[in-house]
T-cell receptor
Framework: SAVISQKPSRDICQRGTSLTIQCQVD?????MFWYRQQPGQSLTLIAT?????????ESGFVIDKFPISRPNLTFSTLTVSNMSPEDSSIYLC???????????FGPGTRLTVL | AQSVTQLGSHVSVSEGALVLLRCNYS??????LFWYVQYPNQGLQLLLK??????LVKGINGFEAEFKKSETSFHLTKPSAHMSDAAEYFC????????????FGTGTRLQVTL
């Protein structure tokens, strides 16, 4: 399976600041996704991270709030900009590979905004 | 658009008892269906998936699920619960393949008691 690491694992941030979350995979992957899991709720897809081009955002999510980069086949970042307490969530990176016909999830980044 | 409904946000069973977690889906095309498990402070792990073919799918840790098109259901079962099964379980659907973006249900927290 693909091994995924995320940094930071957790953070506490002040309102109005920004946080960049990193997702690193141990092998080349085809697709990379970013999900949000709000407290007590399910996972919601934020966007698909596309290598070398702009991410594809789901309804309700915009690039100004959640800019995403994917410079290569094994790395992506998600920035949560101008944070408010409503952004307190777990943010998960997931990937798919050509070898394994399934989606793998990272351990998540637990974000608390005060 | 696709959607997933999981009946029962919390399910409690005794160790050794049958586990039944319910999932109903809505999809305009033949769906790809998944069950994921999330242990505390960990990422999601794939339990099993349905793509095509046999409607009874066996997964890891003794879990299985049956795809019933007529009932638009994909319920998860395990004949005998173990304490280590206590976790959050998510049903998910994709309409474009096993490696594509997923729509998740709201999750069911399984508690196993002695």
């Amino acid at each position: 399976s693909a091994v995924i690491s995320q940094k930071p694992s957790r953070d506490i941030c002040q309102r109005g600041t920004s946080l960049t979350i990193q997702c690193q995979v141990d092998s080349q992957v085809t697709m990379m996704f970013w999900y949000r899991q709000q407290p007590g709720q399910s996972l919601t897809l934020i966007a698909t991270a596309n290598q070398g081009s702009e991410a594809t955002y789901e309804s309700g999510f915009v690039i100004d709030k959640f800019p995403i980069s994917r410079p290569n086949l094994t790395f992506s970042t998600l920035t949560v900009s101008n944070m408010s307490p409503e952004d307190s969530s777990i943010y998960l990176c997931s990937v798919t590979t050509t070898r394994y016909n399934e989606q793998f999830f990272g351990p998540g980044t637990r974000l608390t905004v005060l | 658009a696709q959607s997933v409904t999981q009946l029962g946000s919390h399910v409690s069973v005794s160790e050794g008892a049958l586990v039944l977690l319910r999932c109903n889906y809505s999809s305009s095309v033949p769906p790809y269906l998944f069950w994921y498990v999330q242990y505390p402070n960990q990422g999601l792990q794939l339990l099993l998936k349905y793509t095509t073919g046999a409607t009874l799918v066996k997964g890891i840790n003794g879990f299985e699920a049956e795809f019933k098109k007529s009932e638009t259901s994909f319920h998860l079962t395990k004949p005998s619960a173990h304490m280590s099964d206590a976790a959050e379980y998510f049903c998910a659907v994709s309409d474009t393949g096993t490696a594509s973006k997923l729509t998740f249900g709201t999750g069911t927290r399984l508690q196993v008691t002695l």
